[in-house]
């Protein structure tokens, strides 16, 4: 599809500029990856269905892609502003693990959420701890015009790159590294490049260097891994949640142009064309969190009967830009709307004919402005709707809009919309037993009776949804609702 020229918000000049390819070709993409020290959790995901998103665009454009995503599994301190201890030491620690476990563990869950929304696996996974020998060959190359030792490691001094701080605009000289200071360094925002073990303190990480034993700071393997998998050149696209904007990309572009060399010559030198953020997920209500007994990860989800599917589409009804609210009603109200969408593919039956330029034109359109995904589901619900397009011809526009948007609706059944909650007092026959003898109570005008049965299934955490336009006859109830 090649109507709509791309356009993307590039965050590094901080507007719409258009894309294509450095080499007319493969898009090039990097995104941050988790830090596996614990489940992702919804906002962590909201980022890789943004980058998804990214992907599909580009694929629907006609434009091959290579995208690595990275997987933190050392180095990633408490604070990002290089501070507190190493995120994996303290897990696993707490949890009386080996730290390989650790990152094991929760590598898989994160595939497996992925999975679970429909996220196509990268080009590559990157893992940090398996580039160690990369990571200090780079450090070696920049140190002695750009780093300095001190007692903790070595770090990189800010004020050796040109524009330090650039994307994110607004760099206080103070950093957030004022809340626990590291003692020696040159400039509050100068970050470790190694950090060397305390002596009389075993890391379970740790390897040899030539600044001592000890090991990475966060920001290293991105640089290095971005630039081995994807450069040397500026690859295409860099991209993350909107916090990385202020530390970690900034320190990840002031190594990068260490790297080059091109603080005189180059000075525009990143390492990536585009840098792309998107926004967080939030939990005004605070009822969401782990304290307040709502649901934090996408199992958690999923456990509460919610199809993963329906995520997914609450992320794609709000701009990447935009900072999307999380609740139970907003949740409920995206796996009824996914309900509608899948009723409506299943209506338009299975018969395949020719796609509808005019729809595809919309889709295009839509996603080619910054990936604006909300036109495009309403281009979509339009298009299911409309009887003048013959079904066979609307399954095969929705199709690519499905290739598109990642909602798998060419697959998803009704049914299989019913997640089964993982607590759940009854199974799906024991409710559709209960609601035919509701029914049959309401027939003989057995009020009491009917009353009650309802009254029992909604004790269980099952909703009696009497007239609902969907025609369903139950829904599980949302706890923090
Ligand atoms: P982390 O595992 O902390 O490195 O985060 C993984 C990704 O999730 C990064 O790109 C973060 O910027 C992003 N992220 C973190 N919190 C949120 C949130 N609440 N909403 C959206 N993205 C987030
Ligand atoms: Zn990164």
């Not at 070595?154 to 760099?171: E, H």
């Not at 260097?209 to 998998?229: D, F, I, N, T």
């Not at 035919?436 to 009254?455: E, N």
Request: charged share 25%; hydrophobic share 40%; glycine share 8%.
């Amino acid at each position: 599809m090649t109507g709509t020229h791309l356009t993307f918000f590039n965050s590094l000049t901080r507007s719409l500029e258009p894309f294509t390819p450095g080499d007319g070709q493969t898009a090039r993409i990097y995104s941050c990856g988790p830090t596996v020290y614990n489940f992702a959790h919804l906002g962590n995901l909201r980022a890789y269905i943004f980058t998804d998103t990214l992907r599909r665009t580009l694929m629907l454009k006609g434009y091959a892609v290579n995208h690595v995503i990275n997987i933190t599994d050392v180095g990633h301190l408490t604070s990002d502003a290089d501070a507190g201890e190493d995120k994996m030491e303290l897990a696993a620690a707490g949890l009386g693990k080996d730290i390989w476990e650790v990152a094991a563990f929760y590598t898989a869950a994160f595939k497996q959420n992925l999975a679970d929304l429909n996220i196509l696996d990268p080009s590559r996974w990157s893992v940090a701890t398996d580039h160690i020998a990369d990571m200090i060959a780079f450090a070696e190359r920049i140190a002695p015009s750009h780093c300095y030792e001190i007692e903790s490691g070595l770090y990189f001094d800010v004020k050796t790159v040109p524009d330090y701080g650039r994307l994110a605009r607004a760099v206080s000289d103070e950093g957030e590294s004022r809340l626990d200071p590291v003692s020696g360094k040159r400039n509050p925002q100068d970050f470790a490049i190694w950090r060397k073990s305390p002596a009389g303190e075993q890391r379970q990480m740790e390897w040899d260097s030539p600044w001592g034993r000890g090991a990475p700071g966060w920001h290293l393997e991105c640089s290095v891994m971005s630039l081995k998998y994807l450069g040397p050149e500026p690859f295409d696209i860099h991209t993350g949640g909107i916090d990385h904007r202020e530390i970690h990309h900034p320190n990840e572009i002031a190594q990068n142009q260490a790297y080059c060399g091109c603080t005189t010559d180059q000075p525009g030198f990143t390492g990536a064309r585009f840098w792309m953020h998107n926004n967080f997920l939030v939990d005004r209500s605070g009822k969401m969190s782990k304290s307040g007994g709502g649901f934090t990860t996408l199992q958690s989800l999923i456990d509460a009967g919610v199809h993963p599917l329906a995520y997914r589409l609450l992320c794609l009804t709000a701009h990447y830009r935009s900072e999307l609210e999380f609740s139970a009603d907003a949740v409920t109200a995206a796996l009824t709307r996914l309900k509608r969408l899948v009723m409506a593919v299943e209506k338009i039956g299975a018969d395949e004919g020719s796609a509808d330029a005019r729809y595809l034109a919309r889709l295009d359109a839509a996603l080619s402005d910054d990936l604006n995904t909300p036109i495009a589901l309403v281009a979509l619900e339009e298009l299911l709707a409309d009887r003048a397009i013959a079904p066979a011809d609307r399954r095969a526009t929705l199709l690519l809009f499905d290739q598109a948007l990642g909602l798998d609706l060419a697959s998803l059944s009704r049914a299989a919309l019913r997640v089964r909650p993982a607590d759940a007092a009854l199974t799906v026959d024991e409710i559709e037993q209960q609601l035919d003898a509701r029914k049959a109570a309401r027939a003989a005008k057995d009020f009491a009776r009917s009353d009650l049965i309802r009254d029992t299934l909604v004790a269980q955490g099952v909703d009696v949804m009497d007239g609902d336009a969907l025609r369903w006859d139950w829904r599980v109830a949302l706890a923090a609702s």
